[in-house]
């Protein structure tokens, strides 16, 4: 059998968005559960876990289990603040915090608890926020190749090499997102990797551990690209669970050199245009020279040589540039809505299942699936999880008023006709309008049209609900077997 990971960046998932995502998130959470099913998702590791977020976690999960319809599909979850803010070690769970250095974000992981594939492995130290059966899922990457602290030597950190058995694992620091000096680390309060250990059950007696136990390392690296987010990157590159895992079946702390390995996440840096940071995880342990080596990660999931099926982020207008408003995509391809490839996945010694076209990988193209003849539209009964945002905007605007607007929103902006909750008279004359229920919309009337079908009728309505509703990055998707 085989495994599918899926890693997504669920743009500031739990901050209070009741016309877009609903109320209580579950539109939003519904939506996820059909896509994920789409691609036989097994394993969720979700980036921009907002504080607001866990109490959602329980919604997706229950969404989860009833888009499969079986009452034996159980699905867990377990999350993590992204960052540390004690100066030292973390004790326990109220040691780390969504601290505003770190974006205020976190990482979630959700799975299927009864897979016969694979376990989920308990981490050395209690610190998650959804503890199942007494044990942490997920965990941060508190450890790595440090030279204590890395400071660019003279642009890139220089830190030992992995060369088994390596020393006693150093803190590893990260960069915060606006140093004072490019590359600056610091150890507290700065937005970490989180790490998930799949304990898998290859076929067969007296297989090794190194070669059962897949440590799957995601990271949401900094946006600030002259000042962090190379470092961000490399650091990411750098931690431990990429190269030993400690066996917690064991009694006492094992450490294991793992035979396999998957580094995923937001990096923020376009592979197109700049792939420098990304060959710290794929060089090889000691390539490089000294101090230079990589992760040994030679796979790359989304390769550059795919552009534009390897763009991950998804946009509404293009830049023009220094003082010129953004010029809107109208575009009747879908793919002219999609851009940056920073998302991206690297593998060591899994079996990969190709093509992964037939799985909706490596770059899950959800926009494609939300069109009038989509994967996710169709059959029809598929169409009711988008007729349920209609009903959060609807239940967001209150009652109509007399006279045109809505209780909460009482103005309507002429330009688009999308209801705003207020407007402020021009010195010219007129009226600019402010707080729309749904932001960035070529004409509201026709958007609640798509969303009363269930589908979409052009690529830029299937982008506006996209960005609105559910993320500006799409979902990896990656499948391998065991």
């Not at 660019?152 to 960069?175: I, Q």
């Not at 540039?321 to 490839?341: E, F, M, S």
């Not at 990988?361 to 494609?368: A, F």
């Not at 539209?377 to 809505?406: C, E, M, Q, S």
Request: aromatic share 10%.
């Amino acid at each position: 059998m085989a495994v599918t990971v899926v890693v997504w960046n669920v743009q500031t998932f739990g901050d209070a968005r009741p016309a877009a995502r609903g109320a209580n998130y579950a539109p939003i959470c519904r939506f996820m559960a059909q896509a994920l099913y789409e691609v036989s998702a097994d394993v969720l590791i979700m980036m921009e876990l907002r504080r607001g977020g866990a109490q959602y976690l329980p919604t997706l999960q229950a969404a989860l289990m009833a888009q499969s319809g079986a009452a034996a599909d159980v699905w867990d979850y377990d999350y993590i603040p992204g960052s540390v803010t004690t100066r030292g070690y973390p004790n326990d769970p109220d040691d780390l915090d969504f601290t505003q250095t770190g974006h205020s974000e976190g990482y979630a992981v959700l799975w299927r608890d009864n897979h016969p594939e694979f376990t989920v492995l308990d981490t050395p130290d209690a610190l998650s926020h959804n503890i199942v059966n007494g044990q942490s899922k997920i965990g941060l990457v508190l450890e790595g190749r440090s030279a204590q602290p890395n400071v660019p030597n003279p642009y890139w950190f220089a830190a030992p090499n992995f060369v088994p058995p390596p020393p006693p694992w150093r803190r590893l620091e990260f960069p915060e997102p606006n140093p004072i000096h490019a590359g600056d680390t610091r150890w507290n309060l700065c937005r970490r990797p989180c790490c998930v250990v799949l304990d898998l059950n290859r076929p067969g007696a007296g297989v090794p551990r190194e070669q059962e136990l897949l440590p799957i390392v995601v990271h949401h690296a900094t946006n600030n690209p002259r000042r962090s987010t190379p470092w961000s990157v490399q650091s990411a590159a750098y931690s431990a669970q990429l190269y030993q895992v400690d066996d917690t079946t064991q009694a006492a702390p094992t450490m294991v050199d793992v035979a396999q390995a998957l580094a995923a996440g937001d990096f923020n840096i376009d592979r197109n245009v700049d792939a420098e940071a990304y060959g710290y995880f794929t060089r090889g342990f000691t390539a490089g020279g000294a101090n230079n080596g990589g992760a040994n990660l030679p796979t790359t999931w989304a390769d550059s040589a795919n552009a534009p099926d390897n763009h991950t982020a998804i946009r509404l207008s293009r830049w023009r540039g220094p003082h010129q408003p953004p010029v809107p995509i109208t575009d009747a391809n879908v793919d002219a809505y999609r851009w940056l490839a920073i998302d991206n996945l690297f593998i060591r010694n899994l079996a990969t299942v190709n093509p992964p076209a037939n799985y909706h990988g490596p770059v899950y193209n959800i926009l494609s699936g939300l069109l009038h003849h989509g994967f996710l539209v169709n059959p029809l009964a598929k169409r009711a999880a988008i007729r349920a945002f209609r009903t959060a905007i609807l239940t967001a605007l209150g009652p109509p008023l007399v006279g045109g607007g809505y209780t909460n929103y009482p103005f309507i902006d002429p330009a688009n006709n999308t209801p705003c909750r207020t407007r402020r008279r021009k010195r010219g004359g007129g009226f600019s309008y402010y707080s729309p229920v749904i932001s960035n919309l070529r004409n509201f009337t026709y958007y609640m049209a798509d969303l009363q079908r269930g589908y979409f009728r052009t690529p830029r309505r299937a982008a506006e609900f996209y960005v609105n509703s559910i993320s500006d990055h799409l979902p990896l998707v990656y499948r391998f077997t065991v």
